[in-house]
């Protein structure tokens, strides 16, 4: 250890000066609080990414294939779709909207026709059904529900439910349709097991009065989420452009791009701690080098050269910044587990679509803040540094 190492180690310890000790742990302690914050807070809102994603693209396929006038002979099309590398299943569904009568009353909901040999195939619905029921054991005549749906109007498995078809008939009025309920569905997101119904395709074709051989379109998944974009490219190059090819990514473009944005902000904001925090170093340095006035006037005397004193009180400010960077990275790696493992917070489901904060910490997010906050430490100590080091030695001793 050579002299400036020691000098600044001396002056981060302050044994024999109880007020820059002081001072010392409350610039420590601020940088901490600021570190801490911003791992739990970005940890947070990377778990409600993930977790909200995980739903999403368990409820729904990687990549959908329409067309506006419906896509004819979809099992012809569901093979071809199935030979796309990178698609590992493929399968036809019906979307649209229909009511659900109870009582005098009726409300809207979606009712997805699916095909429930191949359905499993490309969303995750086997993992969210409740009893043991698979989803290619669904029936002509049979629907599976949400729980919250379920729960609303007190339904049960067996019990029987009465659809509201919106496409009129000879009448001018809309069909109704009985179906029994075989299955109940928890996904996790409040707005799919409130509002979406899953039956046999060829119910929903009778639903909407489509031809046997016509559904909305064919939904794959993929082998790589990520890959999405190149997949599309590829179905778009083997169908050309008469058919609309969505990824997960564009039908919830606006979602995600929300949840990164409100991502970034929180992260300013709570960067803006650390910053305050770092003044602290600022006000601890410059009152440090008000007091060793003698020290380094003395020390310049001798011969130590400017930058070494420079040397000695950024090695102080930035040990500061060090020290409370890693004991608020070790608080908020701690905080996170507690709230992670524990599911200690609980949330309102039809708020926030999650019944619990979710937590999630990435290598990434962690090297930015401490990288940050490093940083900013070490930019609060180039101006008391600069200050001490242009100390010249005879007027630091004049009244001394």
């Given at each position: 250890?050579?002299?400036?190492?020691?000098l600044?180690?001396?002056?981060?310890?302050?044994?024999?000066?109880?007020?820059?000790?002081?001072?010392?742990?409350?610039?420590?302690?601020?940088?901490?609080?600021?570190?801490?914050?911003?791992?739990?807070?970005?940890?947070?809102?990377?778990?409600?990414?993930?977790?909200?994603?995980?739903?999403?693209?368990?409820?729904?396929?990687?990549?959908?294939?329409?067309?506006?006038?419906?896509?004819?002979?979809?099992?012809?099309?569901?093979?071809?779709?199935?030979?796309?590398?990178?698609?590992?299943?493929?399968?036809?569904?019906?979307?649209?909207?229909?009511?659900?009568?109870?009582?005098?009353?009726?409300?809207?909901?979606?009712?997805?026709?699916?095909?429930?040999?191949?359905e499993?195939?490309?969303?995750k619905?086997n993992?969210?059904?409740?009893?043991?029921?698979?989803?290619?054991?669904?029936?002509?005549?049979?629907?599976?529900?949400?729980?919250?749906?379920?729960?609303?109007?007190?339904?049960?498995?067996g019990?029987?439910?009465?659809?509201?078809?919106?496409?009129?008939?000879?009448?001018?009025?809309?069909?109704?349709?009985?179906?029994?309920?075989?299955?109940?569905?928890?996904?996790?997101?409040?707005?799919?097991?409130?509002?979406?119904?899953?039956?046999?395709?060829?119910?929903?074709?009778?639903?909407?009065?489509?031809?046997?051989?016509?559904?909305?379109?064919?939904?794959?998944?993929?082998?790589?989420?990520?890959?999405?974009?190149?997949?599309?490219?590829?179905?778009v190059?083997?169908?050309?452009?008469?058919?609309?090819?969505?990824?997960?990514?564009?039908?919830?473009?606006?979602?995600?791009?929300?949840?990164?944005?409100?991502?970034?902000?929180?992260?300013?904001?709570?960067?803006?701690?650390?910053?305050?925090?770092?003044f602290?170093?600022?006000?601890?340095?410059?009152?440090?080098?008000?007091?060793?006035?003698?020290?380094?006037?003395?020390?310049?005397?001798?011969?130590?050269?400017?930058g070494?004193?420079?040397?000695?009180?950024?090695?102080?400010?930035?040990?500061?910044?060090?020290?409370?960077?890693?004991?608020?990275?070790?608080?908020?790696?701690?905080?996170?587990?507690?709230?992670?493992?524990?599911?200690?917070?609980?949330?309102?489901?039809?708020?926030?679509?999650?019944?619990?904060?979710?937590?999630?910490?990435?290598?990434?997010?962690?090297?930015?803040?401490?990288?940050s906050?490093?940083?900013?430490?070490?930019?609060?100590?180039?101006?008391?540094?600069?200050?001490?080091?242009?100390?010249?030695?005879?007027?630091?001793?004049?009244?001394?």
């Amino acid at each position: 250890m050579n002299y400036t190492h020691w000098l600044a180690f001396k002056y981060l310890i302050a044994k024999k000066d109880r007020f820059l000790s002081l001072i010392n742990w409350v610039a420590m302690i601020g940088i901490a609080i600021g570190v801490a914050a911003l791992i739990v807070v970005i940890g947070v809102m990377t778990g409600f990414d993930r977790d909200l994603k995980e739903k999403i693209i368990g409820t729904n396929a990687h990549v959908l294939v329409e067309r506006e006038t419906g896509v004819k002979d979809f099992e012809q099309m569901r093979t071809l779709l199935a030979a796309v590398p990178g698609v590992i299943g493929a399968s036809p569904y019906i979307h649209g909207n229909v009511f659900i009568e109870f009582g005098n009353r009726a409300a809207g909901l979606i009712i997805r026709g699916i095909d429930p040999k191949n359905e499993g195939h490309v969303t995750k619905i086997n993992a969210y059904l409740k009893g043991g029921f698979k989803i290619d054991q669904l029936e002509r005549g049979k629907v599976v529900i949400g729980s919250e749906l379920a729960r609303f109007y007190g339904f049960r498995v067996g019990d029987d439910v009465t659809l509201l078809s919106p496409v009129s008939g000879v009448a001018g009025e809309g069909w109704r349709y009985k179906f029994k309920i075989a299955a109940i569905f928890n996904s996790g997101m409040y707005d799919y097991d409130r509002n979406l119904i899953l039956v046999d395709y060829r119910n929903a074709q009778e639903i909407f009065n489509l031809p046997a051989d016509i559904v909305t379109g064919v939904a794959m998944k993929l082998r790589d989420v990520e890959k999405a974009d190149e997949v599309k490219r590829a179905v778009v190059a083997k169908l050309g452009f008469a058919y609309e090819v969505r990824t997960w990514i564009e039908q919830n473009a606006n979602f995600f791009a929300a949840l990164n944005l409100e991502k970034f902000a929180m992260f300013v904001i709570l960067i803006l701690i650390v910053l305050v925090a770092s003044f602290n170093i600022v006000s601890t340095l410059i009152v440090t080098v008000t007091s060793k006035t003698k020290d380094i006037g003395i020390l310049r005397s001798i011969g130590v050269p400017a930058g070494a004193i420079r040397q000695v009180f950024t090695l102080y400010g930035l040990a500061l910044g060090l020290i409370g960077t890693f004991w608020g990275l070790s608080c908020g790696l701690l905080i996170a587990y507690v709230l992670k493992e524990t599911e200690l917070i609980k949330l309102p489901a039809t708020v926030y679509y999650i019944d619990h904060l979710p937590v999630l910490i990435q290598v990434p997010d962690i090297l930015m803040i401490t990288g940050s906050a490093v940083l900013i430490s070490f930019l609060a100590t180039i101006y008391p540094s600069a200050k001490a080091a242009s100390l010249e030695p005879v007027e630091a001793l004049r009244y001394q």
